[in-house]
């Protein structure tokens, strides 16, 4: 097994680390920041001065003392730096179940200690159940805390090694056990930025599980496990119906989902399974029906109303996928728990020879994002995530299929305008029937006449540029150029904290449609919406400039420059927008100045789409390798990508065409190494 080098990050004498740990612990929420690795060395020569160096982990045996002291016991074998010997370790590991910090204390030579500490630095006991619960929580940071590939993760945090925590039959037996056991204590742990409420089924341990299903392929493991807790919770079978399907054991998902649903018929995360599937059968008008009913069982989570305006837009139907977008209630995103300690005094990160390649080696060759176009650097897109994220990709998919002249009609048809909005000021229309109803509950149950479709509350706020680039003065176009993208109008927001879980849902499609053409008909459009369609405004007059530009020195036959950092955003941005010919084309130019891991992952995804087994593989190589120099031995998503080329081209010619590629060999036994991987847990197509 080919290891990875050891960062190391320099202790500050007036900030110890551990303490500084010791006093986070209470501000952590979900499942803790990566394990520290905390080591004293002394010179070899002198036993006076001593130093503190540190990194993190993921992936390490968390389940006894023993398998952490055994890591730390392999440090003291690390030949890096010979000048120095370590003569103590501590390994720190936080359990998420708990709230406590388990740690190891390892004197060299000499004893082993384990003990645990909680929120308010009081030093416990640690019990065996302790144990368990952290050697889960260690698995799940394992799969949470990964990088996808694109090196984001990865640049977050400094002096991370990631490992795989599963790399057997016998592992995986061991973390579902653990899994089972602790299952209906996983509500405890916290859930992906989109989820309200965690709950049964939708928390940070279902997630974990998931992932290292669909990662490795184990379904018929995931499976066994499912069909254990079932017999005990029924709500489970959507966990198993998404096991089922994905396993393509589609039948049973069916007769599952079924039975299910008859038990339990407002579950939403069965009637979100059931809707997804369906619409993936390319029957988005079954589907329609069974997504709301998923809204009213849980109106105030984003995915439900995210579903349903994914089938209002496959059903072409745009006022109706507008108005959902804008009933989703919308959360702020909280990121993963990192850690929090003071800047180190030094830093040193070795290169082991087995990851050296001239080819992605980046020492040096950095970002300088002061050579971007500041225009670029404004694009505010690119840092959505959790739910404004998922609301955006659904605005481009609908900006793609019709265009933005056609979508800025519908906005204005379904929204309140602020033209129109002062003009009903000064001459207020006369309230249709008096009183006032819940436009959600009369959009579901059906409207008896246009006027119940409206709103009865009059705007409270005027339209609001707040977060908007386009109000410095920065979104006038070039003279030379006449793109076809027109600043969108106004519309009238509402307040700030209206979207925050409750919003105005759709009509339903077989309730009589109002005209749009009245005041009284529309609705407000929310401020987060309002500001995503001049984010997505601004994203689109800058792709039309760029592909402009590049069309004129086309055909003047001139080379258009662009540094590699702008490259990489421009093919961020194209495929943001659903550009993918246009983001292939960025990424390569930015690979032409130097390696990008991210532009690496956008070729990956396009040679992926196309089925371009050779260029799929010539990615994942130089992925991997990009990932090991920096000390990350575990990627699922490269794994899950090795693992599908395999199950449909076989381990052979898999192995034969990465042995063909002119690189050295100890980059290619790299991606060796996770192709052994697949072997180990007898994935399709590996017997070969």
């Known amino acids: 097994m080919i290891q990875t080098a050891i960062p190391e990050l ?4 007036n900030h110890p680390v551990v303490d500084v740990r010791t006093d986070t612990l209470q501000t952590l929420r979900e499942l803790g920041p990566p394990d520290l690795v905390h080591l004293v060395k002394q010179p070899v020569k002198s036993t006076s001065k001593q130093i503190g160096v540190y990194h993190h982990a993921t992936g390490i045996d968390a389940s006894s003392s023993a398998s952490l002291a055994a890591y730390i016991n392999t440090l003291t074998y690390s030949t890096q730096d010979k000048s120095h010997r370590i003569v103590s370790g501590l390994y720190c590991c936080y359990n998420a179940f708990s709230r406590l910090d388990m740690r190891v ?22 019990s065996e159940k302790h144990w368990l619960e952290t050697y889960l929580c260690s698995v799940l940071r394992a799969y949470s805390y990964a990088d996808n590939g694109a090196g984001e993760t990865i640049k977050k945090i400094m002096g991370v090694r990631r490992f795989n925590p599963i790399t057997s039959t016998e592992n995986e037996h061991k973390f579902l056990e653990a899994a089972e056991r602790l299952f209906f204590d996983g509500w405890q742990l916290g859930s992906d930025p989109e989820i309200q409420v965690p709950n049964l089924v939708s928390n940070h341990l279902t997630t974990g599980l998931l992932a290292y299903i669909k990662t490795t392929g184990r379904y018929t493991s995931g ?16 966990l198993l119906a998404q096991v089922y ?3 393509d054991e589609e039948v049973k998902a069916v007769q599952l989902l ?28 079954l589907a329609l029906e069974i997504a709301k009913r998923g809204v009213v069982s849980a109106p105030s989570e984003f995915g439900t109303w995210a579903r ?8 072409e139907q745009w006022d109706l996928a507008l108005l959902t977008l804008n009933s989703c209630p919308m959360f702020t995103y909280q990121d993963k728990d990192a850690p929090r300690l003071p800047d180190p005094a030094r830093i040193s990160l070795p290169l082991a020879p087995e990851t050296a390649c001239d080819e992605i080696d980046d020492i040096g060759s950095g970002s300088d994002m002061d050579a971007v176009n500041p225009t670029l650097r404004r694009l505010s897109a690119a840092n959505y995530k959790g739910t404004f994220l998922k609301a955006y990709v659904l605005l481009t998919e609908m900006t793609k299929k019709i265009g933005w002249d056609q979508l800025l009609k519908i906005r204005s048809q379904v929204f309140v305008m602020e033209e129109e909005y002062r003009v009903e000021r000064q001459v207020p229309a006369t309230p249709a029937g008096g009183n006032s109803r819940n436009a959600s509950t009369t959009a579901l149950r059906g409207a008896d006449s246009p006027s119940a479709q409206g709103e009865s509350a009059e705007p409270s706020s005027e339209p609001s540029n707040e977060g908007n680039s ?15 993208v027109s600043k969108p109008s106004h519309t009238v927001t509402a307040k700030p904290g209206d979207g925050q879980g409750t919003a105005q849902e759709p009509l339903p499609s077989d309730a009589p449609q109002p005209a749009y053409t009245q005041f ?3 609705r407000l459009c929310e401020r987060w919406l309002d500001n995503l369609f001049m984010v997505l405004y601004e994203d689109l007059r800058v792709y039309t400039i760029w592909r402009t530009e590049a069309a004129q020195y086309r055909q003047q036959q001139m080379a258009y420059k662009k540094s590699a950092d702008e490259w990489e955003i421009l093919g961020d941005l194209a495929e943001r927008l659903h550009h993918h010919e246009e983001a292939l084309d960025a990424w390569e130019q930015c690979l032409d100045s130097r390696f990008s891991p991210k532009a690496m992952r956008g070729l990956l995804k396009a040679y992926e789409q196309e089925k371009n087994t050779k260029g799929t593989l010539s990615a994942l190589i130089r992925l991997i390798a990009w990932q090991f120099r920096w000390y990350s031995e575990f990627s699922p998503d490269l794994l899950f990508t090795i693992r599908k080329l395999i199950e449909e081209e076989g381990a052979v010619k898999v192995r034969s065409i990465v042995q063909a590629t002119s690189l050295p060999q100890h980059i290619l036994d790299l991606t060796h190494q996770y192709a052994g991987l697949c072997a180990a847990f007898r994935s399709s197509g590996s017997d070969g």
């Open 520 to 522: 009284q008909h529309k």
């Open 258 to 285: 079924h039975e299910a649903i008859e038990e339990l018929p407002m579950d939403y995360s069965l009637l979100d399974c059931q809707a997804d599937f369906i619409k993936s059968k390319g029957r988005s008008d």
């Open 245 to 247: 399907i994905a396993g």
């Open 470 to 484: 386009l109000t410095n003065g920065e979104s006038h176009e070039p003279s030379s150029l006449t793109p076809d």
């Open 308 to 315: 349903l305006a994914e089938i209002y837009i496959s059903l």
């Open 10 to 13: 320099f202790e500050d004498e």
């Open 223 to 238: 499976i066994n496990l499912f069909e254990k807790l079932r017999m005990r919770d029924p709500e489970v079978s959507s």
């Open 105 to 126: 204390q390892v004197q060299i030579p000499g004893t082993v200690e384990s003990y645990c500490v909680n929120e308010r630095g009081d030093k416990l006991e640690a």
